[in-house]
């Protein structure tokens, strides 16, 4: 028998806002939920990371994936997070911090509730975009973040920008 | 069971080290009596241990080639180039065979079986020749395998022998389990108008010297267990037959026609066995004197564990900075004197758990003098590998991240270094090829050389390849020097035929890059017909380093501190002005680049800034940054796997006050901004 608490964890999903647009990640890909707090830019890096922060003692670096999705830049206000997600890199369990605009809830969704993602007319990339669920009129996304972070989306990037300066 | 056998495997993989090490030392000296013993001992232990915690391959693989020692041990095997030969591989062989799945490979299992032909070949070889003497050893090893002296008190029934035993095959059947001395007792034997011919009146005591166990004995008599009286007690773990003091004493004692008292026997045993222990202590005591030194100037610590007290200890100095940095802030003089003390201990203890990681690099040299003795013969040189510093300390992540690369630049020594010996009689050298490794410290660094004595490297070649591989253009301008240094990179190997050993299609390119991993650097320098010199410089540590914190726009950098020549505070518009970013400092004209334009920073550039001097390879060049704050104890932490080809970002550290500043790897921020401009 399965714990009833680990049947609701199974279908729980964190839901946050970006700009006007609502997306959700499965809890179980999120850590922990950080106050605002400055973060530490690292210089020649990609310019979807943002820097690094201290977690505790180590350093985790904190992504932008805002510009996965076009969205303009938008001021920290006092709803800013960092998301805390274990993203799955290269066959590696990798933490990294995301920012976001605000958290909104965690939400029970039974999986008949999820919708396909559609195919025509998408405004963003479906190959982040796992499932869509309707709730009071608005439409949330739900993110593999483990496609969203993918290894030729960040490292090969930064690669690209080395291989430049070391060009004679 | 598995804790055991993973400290079997480090106990192990240390013996096949000492192992090996004794073996190369062997093929020099072979008439060495103590380096043959310690080559039996070595495999001796290893045979044991393996046969206990359950790796009977090794057990049973080792067990034959230790005969073979104990006879060339013994003077009665000679030690032959075959059989080194032959251990050499048995060595190699040993270490796959650490891994108890090992033989299910097939390649590995084809080896086993041949290696263990070989050592079969040896052992029968001899064993035609010396079967008498075999023999004999055989014996002497028998009575070396832990016996046991029973007293056995057997007083049959008087009518023992009315079905048909005759209790004196018994005794015979006993004595026949060991070395056995019987005494026959009589005086139970009535006069003779009451005898009777038909009845057993004799009682037997035997002390039985032997392997069996006190089961086996019983079992003799368990026919008549019933109807006798049967005792059956170990009276101690040593041979007491072969003492005639003993038996002597204790014929004279306490032998009588009457039934020994037992409880005697055993108190007056103790005593004997006591008084030859004391005899035997004090030569064990001035041994185990000897061997307790060793023992407790080094105990064998769990890695992690040691990585776990260097985390502590990273831990304690960042949170001691954040101490200092409150004592400072909030003026509290009370905790002041505090504060420094902790700071001053903090600093001691960081010193010694450093120290802890160390190891001496001598531990992977065994390995190269190995590897050198192996090519030497396959290549047909003449190679001799001398080696100076070897007790030089380095983290042990570095000897670990070490290895790799300084094998590959000894492989390549021998590969295209060093010439056959008809070439180099030819041009007059010595017909014996040298490589010497030495490794010494010069300031926070390990320096390592590796220095042949063979062709070099001829610099119209590697440009020619340079060319022919699009690295270069035809019309680039180089030093010497320069053109070496192309050796380094990606996609680079020089060597005309692809030989097992070196150019696989990675050469210099790896090295460079294994070096880089660890924040070393290679330096190559050749000439041709002397021959070639890598220098490997190493830092000391990797986790903390001692650094100068730097601003740029509030925030916070770390410069490696040793690297660090100079800071001179310059106005902001002089600089721009100054053409072709060159500062004139002290008369000097000196490269700088300015970091707020190269890290991309925003805002207006303070009036007063500040050059940082750094030393990069020979030269000064400056850094300009907003501020300089001061000398700060960094801890090194990764910057994560995001980061993972960012290096001109050695890592971060976590500030008192808990945010965090880079540390910047100032040679290649320098050398990477050179190429770009």
Redesign the interface.
């Known amino acids: 028998m399965i714990d009833d608490e680990i049947i609701q964890s199974m279908n729980s999903y964190l839901s946050f806002k970006l700009g006007e647009e609502f997306f959700a990640v499965h809890v179980s890909k999120v850590l922990n939920i950080l106050e605002m707090m400055?973060i530490?830019?690292?210089?020649?890096?990609?310019d979807s990371?943002k820097g690094?922060?201290?977690l505790r003692?180590?350093?985790?670096?904190v992504?932008d994936i805002r510009m996965k999705f076009d969205l303009a830049h938008s001021e920290f206000s006092k709803d800013t997070c960092i998301l805390v997600l274990q993203v799955l890199?290269?066959d590696?369990q990798?933490d990294?911090g995301a920012v976001v605009d605000s958290v909104h809830a965690v939400l029970e969704i039974d999986e008949s509730q999820i919708l396909p993602p559609p195919s025509v007319g998408v405004k963003y990339k479906s190959e982040f975009v796992t499932g869509i669920i309707k709730m009071d009129e608005k439409f949330i996304m739900i993110l593999d973040i483990d496609k969203l972070f993918s290894l030729d989306n960040?490292?090969t990037k930064?690669?690209d920008i080395?291989t430049e300066?070391?060009?004679? | 069971m598995d804790n055991f056998q993973k400290k079997f495997i480090e106990e192990a993989i240390d013996l096949i080290n000492n192992l090996e090490e004794a073996l190369l030392n062997l093929e020099k000296k072979p008439d060495d009596n103590e380096l043959i013993a310690a080559v039996f001992r070595i495999m001796h232990s290893l045979k044991g241990g393996g046969g206990m915690f359950g790796f009977d391959d090794i057990s049973h693989f080792t067990h034959n080639l230790e005969t073979i020692y104990d006879e060339v041990r013994n003077n009665r095997l000679k030690l032959t180039e075959e059989l080194l030969s032959v251990t050499f591989s048995a060595v190699d062989h040993l270490r796959n065979l650490l891994n108890t799945n090992a033989l299910k490979d097939p390649l590995i299992k084809k080896n086993h079986d041949l290696l263990l032909q070989k050592v079969d070949n040896i052992q029968k070889n001899f064993e035609t020749t010396n079967l008498s003497s075999e023999i004999e050893s055989d014996i002497n090893e028998k009575s070396e395998t832990g016996e046991k002296t029973f007293f056995v008190q057997f007083i049959p029934h008087e009518n023992i022998m009315d079905n048909g035993t005759n209790p004196l095959y018994l005794i015979d059947e006993l004595c026949s389990l060991g070395k056995a001395q019987s005494y026959p007792k009589l005086n139970k034997i009535p006069l003779l108008a009451k005898f009777s011919p038909a009845k057993c009146y004799t009682f037997w005591e035997v002390i039985l010297v032997t392997n069996k166990e006190i089961n086996d004995l019983k079992g003799v008599f368990i026919f008549v267990e019933d109807e006798s009286e049967l005792q059956v007690i170990k009276l101690s773990d040593m041979d007491i037959l072969s003492s005639k003091t003993i038996i002597e004493e204790f014929e004279n004692k306490l032998l009588s026609d009457d039934k020994t008292d037992i409880n005697k026997l055993q108190a007056f045993i103790k005593e004997q066995e006591a008084k030859i222990k004391t005899q035997k202590v004090s030569v064990i005591e001035k041994l185990s004197n000897f061997t307790k030194e060793n023992v407790i100037s080094s105990i064998r610590v769990d890695s992690e564990k040691i990585d776990q007290l260097m985390n502590l200890v990273s831990?304690l100095v960042?949170t001691q900075a954040s101490l200092s940095l409150y004592v400072e802030e909030n003026q509290v003089y009370e905790l002041n004197q505090l504060s420094e003390n902790i700071e001053n201990i903090t600093r001691q203890l960081r010193d010694t758990a450093f120290s802890i990681s160390l190891i001496p690099i001598e531990t992977m040299l065994t390995r190269f003098h190995r590897l050198i003795r192996d090519l030497s013969f396959e290549f047909n040189k003449n190679i001799e590998f001398i080696t100076e510093g070897a007790e030089t300390e380095l983290d042990k992540t570095l000897v670990q991240g070490l290895t790799d690369p300084l094998m590959h630049i000894i492989r390549n020594s021998v590969d295209h270094g060093i010439e056959p010996e008809q070439e180099r009689l030819a041009k007059g050298k010595t017909p014996q090829g040298m490589i010497y490794l030495k490794a010494y410290y010069s300031g926070a660094h390990v320096v390592i050389k590796v220095q042949d004595d063979g062709r070099g490297i001829n610099p119209a070649v590697i440009k020619q390849k340079a060319i022919e591989k699009d690295?270069?253009s035809h019309d680039f301008q180089l030093t010497d020097k320069e053109i070496l240094d192309l050796v380094f990179l990606p996609g680079f190997s020089t060597a005309e035929v692809i030989t097992d050993v070196s150019g696989r299609g990675v050469g210099m390119d790896v090295v460079k890059k294994k070096i880089d991993e660890i924040r070393g650097t290679v330096d190559l320098e050749s000439k041709v017909n002397v021959g070639t010199t890598i220098t490997i410089k190493l830092p000391l540590t990797l986790s903390i380093i001692d650094g100068l914190l730097v601003e740029l726009n509030k925030?916070?950098y770390v410069m490696p501190l040793n690297l660090v020549d100079k800071i001179y505070a310059v106005e902001h518009e002089k600089l721009t002005k100054s053409y072709n970013n060159l500062a004139i400092i002290d008369e000097e004209q000196i490269p700088f680049y300015n970091l707020r334009e190269?890290?991309?920073?925003a805002g207006p550039a303070p009036q007063i800034e500040q050059l940082v001097t750094v030393k990069y390879e020979d030269k000064r060049v400056g850094l300009l940054v907003d501020n300089v704050i001061g000398e700060y104890q960094a801890v090194l932490?990764?910057?994560?796997?995001?980061?993972?080809?960012?290096?001109?970002?050695s890592?971060?550290t976590?500030l008192g006050d808990?945010?965090?500043?880079?540390v910047l790897d100032t040679n290649k921020i320098i050398h990477?901004f050179s190429?770009?401009n």
């Open positions: 400055p530490t830019a690292v210089p020649k890096s990609h990371i690094v922060i201290n003692g180590s350093v985790l670096a992504v890199i290269n590696e990798i990294v960040f490292i930064l690669e080395h300066h070391k060009l004679i | 831990e960042t690295l270069i925030t916070k190269e890290f991309s920073v932490k990764p910057l994560g796997k995001l980061f993972i080809n960012h290096d001109i970002i890592g971060a976590i808990g945010t965090i500043a880079l990477e190429f770009k």
